[in-house]
């Protein structure tokens, strides 16, 4: 039995998971896997289902509540919405203005999450090590993949809520990247910013109808072969670091709402390069900010742990 206690330490792991899933880069699904609550995660949603309904049903609310397991589910999502609604502004705040200094926190951030999601699995072969290697290389793909521009119809706006919070909530993809290449993530961010309701909704509907659907399958290949999508999703993460690398050169940008008020240049086509114009300053400050993350992410998965 939880205590009101476990529930504050629940919606601050929603508010983790949140602000994770606002960056491109970085997966709220790899705070849940650390913090300990993934596995609870993907069988709450999964007990989302038809035999849920039947349960409200013939025994009720409070049956039905339980069935799929509410009480989690709601500090969790409550904290995810407080997260998105305070500090989509910060995020956007810290993209145009200190670019490096955050990717460098977030670099830090998947660096110890790799260490930290690698490390459960029990015994290497060369399956896993496989896995391993394809979970790279597709993650470290997508990463290369040029944006498209958004179109903002409402069916698009569905899909792309399907597709991405099926990268949400694995250990490794971001959903807010594949909002990026699907065109979207301005869009969305804007929207939880200036609260859109139509597009919410819209959007909020797609990553229902995906996240019930995927869920079920990462259900199924945890239990069936742990190890294996353990080694495939520290792929991703490994993969995933091509995005997040601070320094970049843009080769090619497209102009946002050209013509418009708000008009906006937006890196299409970037490479990674070293940092060697960079102030000693700024280097070293990027580098402090890596080790921030890198050392808050391993403390929160032993805090996490002598929770659990």
Same mark, same amino acid.
């Given at each position: 039995m939880r205590t009101f206690k476990d529930y504050i330490l629940l919606f601050s792991k929603g508010i983790a998971m949140g602000a994770a899933d606002l960056v491109p880069g970085v997966s709220g699904g790899t705070i849940a896997f650390i913090t300990g609550i993934y596995q609870e995660l993907l069988d709450s949603i999964n007990a989302a289902n038809l035999s849920a309904l039947k349960i409200l049903k013939s025994d009720g609310l409070k049956s039905f509540w339980k069935h799929i397991n509410g009480n989690f589910l709601l500090a969790l999502l409550l904290g995810i919405g407080v997260s998105a609604a305070t500090l989509a502004k910060l995020i956007t705040y810290l993209l145009d203005?200190?670019?490096?200094?955050?990717?460098?926190?977030?670099?830090?951030?998947?660096?110890?999450? =790799?260490?930290?999601v690698g490390k459960t699995i029990t015994k290497w072969n060369l399956l896993k090590v496989i896995g391993l290697l394809a979970g790279t290389a597709l993650s470290f793909y997508i990463t290369i993949l040029p944006p498209v521009e958004n179109p903002e119809a409402m069916w698009y706006i569905f899909m792309s809520g399907a597709i991405a919070i099926c990268a949400m909530i694995l250990p490794g993809i971001s959903g807010s990247f594949?909002?990026?290449?699907?065109?979207?993530?301005?869009?969305?961010?804007?929207? =939880?910013?200036?609260?859109?309701?139509?597009?919410?909704?819209?959007?909020?509907?797609?990553?229902?109808?995906?996240?019930?659907?995927?869920?079920?399958?990462?259900?199924?290949?945890?239990?069936?072969?742990?190890?294996?999508?353990?080694?495939?999703?520290?792929?991703?993460?490994?993969?995933?670091?091509?995005?997040?690398? $601070?320094?970049?050169?843009?080769?090619?940008?497209?102009?946002?709402?050209?013509?418009? $008020?708000?008009?906006?240049?937006? $890196?299409?086509?970037?490479?990674?390069?070293? $940092?060697q114009h960079t102030a000693d300053a700024h280097l070293i400050l990027a580098i402090a900010m890596a080790v921030v993350g890198l050392v808050l992410i391993i403390g929160l998965e032993k805090f996490s742990g002598k929770k659990n």
């Amino acid at each position: 039995m939880r205590t009101f206690k476990d529930y504050i330490l629940l919606f601050s792991k929603g508010i983790a998971m949140g602000a994770a899933d606002l960056v491109p880069g970085v997966s709220g699904g790899t705070i849940a896997f650390i913090t300990g609550i993934y596995q609870e995660l993907l069988d709450s949603i999964n007990a989302a289902n038809l035999s849920a309904l039947k349960i409200l049903k013939s025994d009720g609310l409070k049956s039905f509540w339980k069935h799929i397991n509410g009480n989690f589910l709601l500090a969790l999502l409550l904290g995810i919405g407080v997260s998105a609604a305070t500090l989509a502004k910060l995020i956007t705040y810290l993209l145009d203005h200190h670019t490096i200094l955050l990717w460098s926190f977030f670099f830090g951030l998947i660096v110890g999450s =790799i260490y930290l999601v690698g490390k459960t699995i029990t015994k290497w072969n060369l399956l896993k090590v496989i896995g391993l290697l394809a979970g790279t290389a597709l993650s470290f793909y997508i990463t290369i993949l040029p944006p498209v521009e958004n179109p903002e119809a409402m069916w698009y706006i569905f899909m792309s809520g399907a597709i991405a919070i099926c990268a949400m909530i694995l250990p490794g993809i971001s959903g807010s990247f594949i909002l990026l290449l699907l065109g979207s993530y301005e869009l969305i961010l804007t929207a =939880i910013k200036d609260v859109k309701l139509a597009t919410l909704t819209v959007f909020a509907l797609g990553c229902l109808t995906g996240l019930i659907s995927f869920s079920k399958l990462l259900s199924w290949m945890f239990k069936k072969y742990h190890d294996l999508t353990i080694a495939i999703l520290t792929g991703f993460l490994v993969g995933s670091l091509n995005k997040i690398w $601070p320094w970049k050169n843009t080769i090619e940008f497209f102009i946002k709402h050209e013509g418009e $008020p708000n008009e906006k240049m937006v $890196p299409l086509i970037q490479e990674n390069i070293l $940092p060697q114009h960079t102030a000693d300053a700024h280097l070293i400050l990027a580098i402090a900010m890596a080790v921030v993350g890198l050392v808050l992410i391993i403390g929160l998965e032993k805090f996490s742990g002598k929770k659990n």
